[in-house]
């Protein structure tokens, strides 16, 4: 059965060999699993867990959900599902951005890299196949760079990318996306960085979610888009980012300090959305199709710079 909200498509590329092949999964794994993290977990326990996290074994597995990339408000969403060297455990680690709209504008629901290149490269995703670029003038390179560098080199696409910390494979390493969201969970970068794969580069598409009842659809996602535009919280998330979050935990009683010791900072005033906003005349951006704009674009030093974010403001500062 083909479900709608799908491809039904999942790219498999092996960096040892250069190959890459469209991958139609069994309509049981959309049926159980849904998609995102799910599916991505059951491929991976059906590939079977890798003894090292470091691995040509240990595959990167890009997945989305059955409503990434369409109208629906805040559908930015994808997640890579990976052997994480942090823990040695399976992790899901989730983005937004535009990373997962745009693998789904290619009409694929996934990406699963396997095997480790000789040198240096990166993958240039198409609908059919995956193409297989040198990137050793790349490796070095930060993220900033890497990115810009690849966007000129191919204009209008997304990239997914690490630095220099993945390329060590340092155990905590993001990728980085769109130049201000990070995979930022479990490593995903230092795997990336064990298989020689600098970036990820995705080339813009036409294709369209498909939708099974596309009224009721549309419908649906009107009131979705009226009940969000309205909602105070949204208004607030705006103007204060995920920051408004420090206030709030102090209120309450759950911001970390001094490694969880404590629930409450005597200088949280200093790490309020209000004391950042005025620190570094932020911006608000939004990630795909999404009217929240929680993100913040931030100037300081004559640096122009993305956040910060709640966990990044506890966790270095009251913590």
């Known amino acids: 059965m083909n479900y709608a909200g799908y491809f039904h498509r999942l790219l498999l590329v092996d960096l040892a060999s250069g190959t890459s092949k469209v991958w139609t999964p069994p309509a049981e794994l959309w049926e159980r699993f849904l998609g995102g993290k799910g599916a991505g977990l059951k491929i991976l326990y059906d590939l079977g867990l890798p003894g090292d996290p470091f691995s040509p074994e240990n595959p990167l597995i890009f997945m989305t959900g059955p409503v ?75 993220i900033f760079a890497t990115e810009r560098a690849l966007k000129e080199r191919h204009p209008g696409a997304e990239v997914a990318s690490i630095g220099p910390a993945g390329e060590r494979r340092v155990r905590f390493a993001c990728i980085g996306t769109g130049l201000w969201r990070q995979f930022g969970r479990g490593g995903a970068g230092a795997v990336m960085g064990a298989k020689n794969l600098k970036a990820l580069v995705v080339p813009p598409g036409n ?65 309020t959305s209000q004391a950042m906003q005025r620190e570094l ?22 640096l122009e710079l993305e956040g910060p974010e709640y966990e990044t403001t506890a966790f270095l500062g009251a913590n």
């Open 68 to 142: 990434t990339g369409s109208p629906i408000p805040t559908s930015a969403r994808s997640c890579v599902v990976f052997l994480s060297p942090l823990t040695n455990s399976a992790v899901d680690s989730h983005a937004g951005g535009h990373f997962g709209p745009a693998l789904r504008r290619l009409g694929l629901d996934g990406l699963i890299i396997l095997g480790r290149a000789e040198k240096p490269v990166y993958l240039e995703i198409r609908p059919d196949r995956a193409l297989v670029h040198p990137a050793e003038a790349l490796w070095g390179q930060g």
């Open 207 to 271: 294709e369209k979610v498909p939708i099974a009842d596309e009224q009721s659809f549309h419908a649906l996602n009107r009131k979705l888009v009226e009940d969000l535009l309205a909602h105070p919280m949204r208004k607030k998330r705006e103007e204060l980012g995920t920051t408004m979050w420090i206030r709030l935990a102090q209120e309450a009683g759950f911001l970390p300090t001094r490694n969880f010791r404590e629930c409450r900072f005597e200088g949280f005033e200093g790490i």
């Open 281 to 302: 005349s932020w911006e608000p951006r939004g990630c795909f199709n999404c009217p929240i704009r929680c993100g913040k674009r931030a100037r300081f030093d004559g």
